[in-house]
């Protein structure tokens, strides 16, 4: 007796292919990072069981661990484990080093004539690293701010002026995986809520675009990526001072401050699949450019 693989729905075949899309990226990290699949397994069901928990109108309905065992096939002891266990999630700590990063490449007081964050004098009054570091945060010492930067790689200290300079033009600490793994987290989760939310939503939805292009050479990516990164400079300077002067707005007018936000922007380029040259009787197809049709929320 043989079982034939069922064959899906329309709409249960698209969603199966994108959960293939997302999922390949995170099996070879898992593998390369050596995750095995059981560690894996179990973070995917937990998922399961709070997805189907936050689903329920009455989170303290009577037979809730059926209901959920229903909703994600999923045995009943395993939702009873599962439920029982839940870890708590820690809220993660600001990164102040990031903060630094972004005023000082931000705020005009700490850029030149160009808009390039300027080199800075270790210490004084007016744009130095401490005074930078201070309107940030006074509850940690400006020198324990710039022993990070340098230990992360974003700048370099000349001992003999004693001064400060930036040495990139984007927060990507250097060598440090655990921080690149939390900004893999909250990057690609909250990219990837706002692409479902406004699958499963009819109303307001998130701002979630992209374009496409293929058939470009190396020399063309290193021309867009050249954009790329001016456009994405153009976009921090415009929205860090603005949601600075937002947020102390709020808690001078005593708002309810119980939303959060984050604006990202990134670019992925591959070697294309091989494919056969075109022929004589078939023109050479055009550049292929789609958006998503999911639109900005108003």
């Given at each position: 007796m043989s079982l034939e693989p069922r064959e899906l729905d329309p709409q249960h075949q698209a969603l199966s292919d994108a959960l293939s899309a997302v999922l390949r990226p995170l099996a070879r990290l898992a593998?390369?990072?050596?995750?095995?699949?059981?560690?894996?397994?179990?973070?995917?069901?937990?998922?399961f069981v709070q997805a189907a928990r936050d689903a329920q109108s009455d989170p303290a309905a009577q037979r809730m661990i059926s209901r959920i065992s229903t909703a994600t096939g999923i045995h009943r002891r395993e939702v009873t484990r599962l439920c029982e266990s839940a870890p708590q999630a820690a809220p993660r700590p600001r990164s102040l080093a990031a903060e630094v990063f972004a005023r000082w490449t931000t705020a005009r007081e700490y850029r030149d004539r160009r808009g390039a964050p300027r080199v800075l004098?270790?210490?004084?009054?007016?744009?130095?690293?401490?005074?930078?570091?201070?309107?940030?945060?006074?509850?940690?010492?400006?020198?324990?701010?710039?022993?990070?930067?340098?230990?992360?790689?974003l700048a370099t200290h000349d001992a003999q002026r004693d001064t400060v300079t930036l040495q990139r033009d984007a927060f990507v600490p250097r060598g440090d995986t655990m921080r690149m793994l939390g900004f893999l987290g909250d990057n690609a989760g909250d990219h990837l809520s706002a692409a479902v939310h406004n699958v499963l939503t009819d109303g307001q939805r998130h701002f979630e675009q992209a374009v496409f292009a293929d058939e470009l050479s190396g020399?063309?990516?290193?021309?867009?990526?050249?954009?790329?990164?001016?456009?994405?400079?153009?976009?921090?300077e415009a929205t860090v001072p603005l949601l600075e002067k937002m947020i102390e707005d709020d808690r001078v007018a005593d708002r309810a401050r119980d939303q959060r936000l984050r604006i990202g922007l990134y670019s992925f380029n591959e070697t294309m699949p091989a494919v056969a040259p075109p022929t004589a009787d078939a023109p050479v197809r055009?550049?292929?450019?789609?958006?998503?049709k999911s639109k900005d929320s108003t």
């Open positions: 593998v390369a990072q050596g995750l095995p699949f059981a560690a894996v397994e179990e973070l995917l069901k937990r998922s004098p270790r210490q004084g009054q007016g744009a130095s690293f401490e005074t930078l570091a201070q309107s940030v945060t006074r509850n940690v010492h400006p020198r324990s701010l710039l022993d990070e930067l340098l230990r992360l790689g020399e063309s990516l290193q021309q867009i990526r050249a954009v790329v990164r001016t456009q994405w400079q153009s976009l921090i055009d550049v292929r450019r789609t958006r998503r």
